[in-house]
Structures are given as C-alpha cells and as structure tokens.
C-alpha cells in the first residue's frame, strides 16, 4: 500500500483540467492506497485572495472532492491551514532550498510575470509549503498534472538534501503519478495554452459549476480549424499521439483528447469513430458527452455546496486526522534538526 497526498488550490473557477488531470484520478487510487487529500488554502493566498470567497472556494473544492467519488471516511480530505504541521515543516524547507533551485520554477515566472519584484514571498517559496505538504505525512506518491512535474523534482530534492545534511534516512523519496490521457488539457480559446482558472477568459475552461446550456455553449465556440479530422494512420506504433501532429493542430487534438478523456477511450477509438468528420459534427458529439459525464458531478456538488455544514463537519473531522499523522513526523524532524523540546 501506497501513502498518496495531493491537492487542489481553492483560488475559484475549478475546472475540467483539474478534474481529469486530478480529481478524477484520485478516486481511483483510494481502492488500494492510503490516500490524503488537501484543499491547499496556504497555497492559495500567494495571491490575493478576497476572504469571503476563499472560504466558498475551500467547501467548493471539498464538494468537487466528494461529488466526484473521494470517500471522506476511506481516505483523508481536509483544508491544510487547519494542520499547523504543513506552515511548520515549510519553514525548515525555506532553509534547507536554495535559491537558486527556487529560480528555475517556471510556474514562478508565469505568475509573477514581468514585475517578479511585486510577487509575494509566498508565491516564490511556494515549492518548498508543496514539498511540506507531502512530507509531513511522509507520502510517497502524488498524483498531479503535468505542469506539477518540476515542482515535485524540487520536493523530492529537498527530501535528498535534508536527508544528506543531517546523515539520515527520514523523508522518503517522491514520486509524481502523471495518471490518464488528460495530463494536460488545454485552453479552448488557445491549443497551446494550458486551461486554467486564472485565465481572464470564462470561454477558455470547462468550470466544474457550468450547467448543461453552458458547456455547449462554450464547446460550440471553442477555436477549432476548417479540416476534417485525421483518421488513426498518424498515432505511432504504440497508438500515441506524435507530438509534431499535436502542435499542427493544437485546438482540433486538445479538443479529441477531451472526449478521449471523457468517454475513457484511446486516440485510436476516438479518431477511428470521427475519421474523416469536421467539427460541426465532432463538437455537438463532445457536447453531449461532457454534459453526460459532468451532470451527475457537477449536480451533487450543488447539493453539497447548499449543505455547507456537512462539508466543514468533512474538512473537520479529516483535519484531525491529518494532525495525528503529521504530528509525530513533524516531532521526529524537530528532533532530528536539533530543536530542544525539553
Ligand atoms: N489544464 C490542466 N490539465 C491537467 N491537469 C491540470 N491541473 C491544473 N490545470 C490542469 C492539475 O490540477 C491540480 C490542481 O491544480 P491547482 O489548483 O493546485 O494549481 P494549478 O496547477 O496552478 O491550477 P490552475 O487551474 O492552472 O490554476 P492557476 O490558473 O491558478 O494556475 C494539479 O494536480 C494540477 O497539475
């Protein structure tokens, strides 16, 4: 058995990336594994975050978690401001980090942008809360997208490095689970962009509380292009997407990947049962199916989201379960770091 963590920024605007990139994955993984799974709030405000809102965006993660299939007695759900181990733990990594490891973050430089001087701190140390999260529960294994690929490296090296500077084998090493076909979805607007909850445009994401009028509206004007779609002759042998195909048709292949996705099956079947069809066909067909898939999710996270004391009694009762696991780790750390704990 595995121990897995992972988690989801309450910022707002969950959408159809971190549903099948995450969300989606981490209910399978609770059949065999020992799995915790986080509403990152501290993450969250490395921007501005409006209080009121962040609050309604933590339960609506938590309902996303639970209407999705996360079963809170199996597995650990909870907000991670709630377990001081996480903030605690990130202050031992801000000194065991350099720099220099810090200034190769590319997610770093998206969000900060041209004015890094006016980033906050946190949003600069934010790789470091992330390697806390997972090793104050010494997890092993963490499913995420693929734009979380460089910051687990970073994880896993500071384990590495605390582990060599004080001759101990105490973090464990750190895997990235990069699980599914939908690693990463793209913008609808832009094929090469990734779909994303800060982007400015509401057409450019799936949200995760779009109804059914509005996830075909906006699959409807979603950029495609005037050809036909390819039939399965241009998968290499293993049945994978070439990735010079992709970046000649990034919107039509992001937009097939989807219902790939969605519907479960390979880019073989996909291209296979659209082969030679364009998008005025294909995207009712994608339309149809996302609002399948989606309705009963996104209808139970309505209810839980109108029984706001049921989803904190969640966030609660998992948080105190965080905290008995996280606690004698974060003891054994202090220990092993020299602090006196007389
Ligand atoms: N487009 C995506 N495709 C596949 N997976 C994705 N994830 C995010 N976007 C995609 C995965 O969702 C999980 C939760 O992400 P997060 O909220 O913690 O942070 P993020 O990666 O910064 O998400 P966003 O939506 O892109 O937010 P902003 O706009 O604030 O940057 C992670 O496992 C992530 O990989």
């Known amino acids: 058995m595995k121990r897995i963590f992972s988690g989801v920024q309450p910022t707002g605007n ?3 990336g ?12 609770q059949e065999e594994h020992d799995c915790i799974y986080c509403v990152v709030d501290l993450h969250a405000i490395t921007v501005w975050q ?23 007695k199996a597995s650990i759900i909870f907000n991670q401001s709630q377990v001081p181990a996480h903030a605690e733990l990130a202050w031992i990594f801000n000194c065991v980090a350099r720099l220099g490891w810090l200034d190769r973050m590319t997610q770093f430089k998206d969000k900060a942008g041209k004015h890094k001087e ?21 997890a092993t294994h963490v499913p995420v997208g693929e734009d979380q690929k460089q910051h687990l490296e970073l994880a896993r090296d500071i384990a590495q490095k605390f582990n060599h500077d004080y001759g101990v084998e ?25 779909m994303s909850k800060s982007d400015a445009s509401d057409l450019s994401r799936i949200n995760m509380t779009d109804d059914a009028d509005a996830i075909a509206r906006k699959l409807k004007k979603a950029t495609s292009d005037p050809d036909f779609l390819p039939g399965p002759e241009i998968l290499d042998e293993q049945g994978a997407l070439p990735d010079a195909e992709r970046k000649s048709r990034p919107e039509a292949f992001n937009l097939m990947g989807i219902y790939g996705a969605l519907a479960q099956e390979s880019w073989t079947e996909v291209l ?7 998008f005025g066909a294909f995207k009712p067909a994608l339309a149809e199916l996302a609002v399948e898939k989606l309705r009963p999710i996104t209808g139970e996270m309505q209810r839980l989201m109108d029984d706001p004391g049921y989803v904190d009694a969640v966030l609660r009762d998992g948080a105190e379960r965080a905290r008995g696991r996280s606690e004698p780790i974060l003891q054994a750390c ?6 006196l704990r007389p």
């Open 118 to 138: 006016r980033a906050s701190a946190g949003l600069y140390v934010y790789p470091n809360l992330m390697a806390a999260d997972i090793l104050a529960y010494q």
């Open 272 to 278: 296979t049962r659209f082969e030679g069809q364009g």
């Open 18 to 29: 971190n549903y099948l990139g995450a969300i989606r994955n981490f209910v399978g993984l």
């Open 334 to 339: 202090y220990d092993i770091v020299g602090f």
């Open 14 to 16: 969950l959408h159809l």
């Open 170 to 194: 105490f973090f464990p090493v750190i895997e990235p689970l990069i699980l599914g076909s939908a690693t990463r979805v793209m913008s609808l607007r832009d094929g090469t962009k990734k």
């Open 50 to 72: 409006d209080p009121a809102e962040l609050k309604q965006n933590t339960r609506e993660v938590t309902a996303a978690y639970l209407a999705a299939g996360i079963n809170p």
